[in-house]
T-cell receptor
Framework: EAQVTQNPRYLITVTGKKLTVTCSQN?????MSWYRQDPGLGLRQIYY???????DKGDVPEGYKVSRKEKRNFPLILESPSPNQTSLYFC????????????FGPGTRLTVL | QKEVEQNSGPLSVPEGAIASLNCTYS??????FFWYRQYSGKSPELIMF????GDKEDGRFTAQLNKASQYVSLLIRDSQPSDSATYLC??????????FGTGTRLLVSP
């Protein structure tokens, strides 16, 4: 089954404790991206990657890091989480190098205390 | 002015009616337009895309694009309660940037 998986699905953590949200797709898609969704602000792109070892900033990259060492994986790293990073996070992928996500992961709800 | 604007709703329609969801955008250079559906507690799913002025039909869904007026709309014919969801408009403004609206919540009553 074609899918994008994310882990964990829910996470409560404290300010400053480094965390990683994993994302994996099994469709051999080249384009992967991370979004956060906040009430009243909609979906905003954090980072995207057009291929292995190629990543770039989206609209709200501050406080986040990503890596793309393998085509299937695109982890999101919060080195020092802060309460303003409390949000719902989605990983997404698409076959082409166009930015519109074809598949979204199930989401990770992060709370930073 | 927001780059992509949608009425947050809720838009309430009776079952069997046509639901009309609208989206306006500010960047005249935008070339590609997308509609996503997001059920409560779920991730968005791509349901329609349109690149050219005019209408594009896919089953009960019709996307309409008017670049001169900078709006894109989604019509849902024969609305069903299962269509109740939030509909997100997204615009490709170029340079690998996709901007989402905040979504319109649609409620279809039986």
């Amino acid at each position: 089954e074609a899918q994008v998986t994310q882990n964990p699905r829910y996470l409560i953590t404290v300010t400053g404790k480094k965390l990683t949200v994993t994302c994996s797709q099994n469709m051999n898609h080249e384009y992967m991206s991370w979004y956060r969704q906040d009430p009243g602000l909609g979906l905003r792109q954090i980072y995207y990657s057009m291929n292995v070892e190629v990543t770039d900033k989206g609209d709200v990259p501050e406080g986040y890091k990503v890596s793309r060492k393998e085509k299937r994986n695109f982890p999101l790293i919060l080195e020092s989480p802060s309460p303003n990073q409390t949000s719902l996070y989605f990983c997404a992928s698409s076959l082409s190098n166009s930015p519109e996500p074809e598949f979204f992961g199930p989401g990770t709800r992060l709370t930073v205390l | 002015q927001k780059e992509v604007e949608q009425n947050s709703g809720p838009l309430s329609v009776p079952e069997g009616a046509i639901a009309s969801l609208n989206c306006t955008y500010s960047d005249r250079g935008s070339q590609s337009f997308f509609w996503y559906r997001q059920y409560s507690g779920k991730s968005p799913e791509l349901i329609m895309f349109i690149y050219s002025n005019g209408d594009k039909e896919d089953g009960r869904f019709t996307a309409q694009l008017n670049k001169a007026s900078q709006y894109v709309s989604l019509l849902i014919r024969d609305s069903q309660p299962s269509d109740s969801a939030t509909y997100l408009c997204a615009v490709d403004t170029g340079f690998q940037k996709l901007v989402f609206g905040t979504g319109t919540r649609l409620l279809v009553s039986p």
